[in-house]
C-alpha cells in the first residue's frame, strides 16, 4: 500500500470562458490538485507500487519535469532509490526544484526527450530497476481512474474531453478509462476525445515524428510519442480528433484560464482550452458538454509566466494616501 493522496481532484465549471470554447457547459478537471502538482501521480502511485511488489531495486524515467517530480515523490515515500533522465537545460524551474527536494539522482543527458526515454528503456532492460515511464502499463491503469471520476462526478461521460498530448499516455488513459465507465454501465456513452499538441511537436497530426520538437509547453514537447497508436486508436474509436494549437493560441488561453477563471496552469494544460477555443473559431466546435484536462499547475514553469504575462505593478509610497493617490481612490 502506498499513496501521497492523489486523485479524487476537483471538477470545477467554467464561469466566464465557455462560451469562447463553443460550449454549453465547461468543466475543468484540476489535476494541480495531485500531491506533486500534476496527474503524473495517478499512474506513478501504482507503478511504484508495482515496482517494489516486483522486488525492483529502484526506479527510473525519462522526463520532460512532471514525471521526474513524481517519480522522485512516490520514491522518497516507498523508501526506494531513484533515477531520472532529462533532457539538459529543458526543465521548467519548478519540476526541478521538486525532483531535487525529494532526493532524486538526476541524470542530464545532450538529447531531447525521446533520446531520454531511449535511454531509460535500454537501463532498465538490463538492470533490475524499474521503468516508470507510460509505457508500464500500470502507469495507464493509473491514470484511467481520472476517467471514473469524471463519469462520477457529472453522473455521465461528458461529450467531449480535451486533453494535451505529449508522449500520448494520458489520452490512451482516459480513453480506456471511458470505455471502461461506458462497459460497466456507469456512463451511457462515451465522449469524443479531442486531443490537442503544440504545433512545433506535433507528430500525431502530420503522421511523422518530429526530430527537434520545439514549443514553450515543455510538457508536451515530445517528437516520437511512444503511445502513438493508443492515441489514434482513442481518436478513432471515440470519433475525436487531434490537432495542433500554435505557443501563441497555447499563451492566449493561459492568460484567460488565469485572469478570467482563477486557475494558473502550466502552459501544456492551456493547450487543451486553446483547442476548444480553435475549434469554436473555425465553427467546428460540437457545443454540449465538454471537460478540458488541466494537466500541471501554473507554478511548475514559473519562467514561462514572467516572460510571457505583464505584470500589473505600481510602484508607491507606503501611507494610505499614497496608496488611495496611485490608485486614484
Ligand atoms: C505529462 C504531461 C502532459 C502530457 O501527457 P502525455 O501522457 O505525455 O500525453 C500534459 N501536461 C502536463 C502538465 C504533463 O505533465
Known sequence: MLTLGEGDTPLVQASNIAAQCGVDELWFKLESCNP????????MVVAVAKAIEAG????MCASTGNTSASAAAYAAKAGLQSFVIVPGGKIAGGKMAQAIAYGSTI???????DDALQAARDVTAQTSIALVNSVNPHRIEGQKTAAFEIC?????????????VGNAGNITA????????AERGLASRHPNMAGFQA????PIVSGAPVADPQTIASAIRIGNPASWKGATAARDESEGLIEAVTDAEIIDAYKLLATREGLFVEPASAAAVAGLMKLH????????????ILTGHGLKDP??????LTPNVIKCGVSARDIRAALSL
Open 174 to 181: 482516459y480513453w480506456k478509462g471511458f470505455t471502461e465507465c
Open 36 to 43: 506533486t502538482g500534476s496527474f503524473k501521480d495517478r499512474g
Open 107 to 113: 541524470l542530464e543527458i545532450e538529447g531531447n526527450f
Open 303 to 308: 519562467d514561462v509566466a514572467m516572460a510571457n
Open 56 to 59: 525492483a531495486t529502484g526506479i
Open 281 to 292: 473559431r473555425e465553427r467546428r466546435s460540437r457545443g454540449g458538454r465538454a471537460v478540458a
Open 199 to 202: 504545433a512545433g511537436a506535433a
Open 152 to 164: 462520477d462526478q457529472l453522473g455521465d461521460a461528458p461529450d467531449t474531453l480535451a486533453i494535451p
